[in-house]
């Protein structure tokens, strides 16, 4: 069985902090003025007056469920979500209009569906891990 993980102290662990202040990430986002764009879109406002949904939803409380999945069962949903199509085309009969939409609405509403919990096993495997985080791609990309 999987040992529970514990958000804050594997960020902790991790020293994701140390990474986040070594890549350089929100100087950059400062000097590119970033935040003050965010302010003037208002959606930083937005986002303060989503917080008491967060807590009436118990975001905190789902997410900490959701770190403790295993990455292998976001990996075979999302493999399966990746063949679903196929198999669709494959047996669903191309004999009128509204069945062939069906087979073509299903490889990007597939793709769309699996994409997300492809990226989250990934990151499950890092919050799960004992490896620590280089976040230097990211800033590199900021660049």
């Given at each position: 069985?999987?040992?529970?993980?514990?958000?804050?102290?594997?960020?902790?662990?991790?020293e994701v902090l140390?990474?986040?202040?070594?890549?350089?990430?929100?100087?950059?986002?400062?000097?590119?003025?970033?935040?003050?764009k965010l302010e003037n879109s208002g959606l930083l406002s937005t986002v303060e007056k989503l917080l008491p949904?967060?807590?009436?939803?118990?975001?905190?409380s789902l997410t900490k469920?959701?770190?403790n999945t295993s990455p292998g069962i976001l990996n075979a949903v999302w493999f399966g979500l990746i063949l679903l199509p196929a198999a669709i085309v494959a047996l669903v009969p191309d004999t009128n209009n509204g069945l062939v939409a069906v087979?073509?609405?299903?490889?990007?509403?597939?793709?769309?569906?699996?994409?997300p919990l492809y990226f989250g096993a990934q990151v499950l495997k890092v919050?799960?891990?004992?490896?620590?985080?280089?976040?230097?791609?990211?800033s590199k990309l900021l660049d």
């Open positions: 069985m999987q040992k529970k993980v514990d958000i804050l102290d594997k960020i902790e662990q991790l140390t990474a986040l202040s070594k890549s350089g990430i929100l100087s950059k986002l400062e000097r590119s003025r970033t935040l003050t949904i967060v807590d009436e939803a118990g975001i905190i469920t959701l770190v087979q073509v609405v299903s490889v990007p509403l597939c793709i769309s569906l699996a994409a919050i799960q891990g004992d490896e620590k985080v280089d976040l230097s791609g990211i």
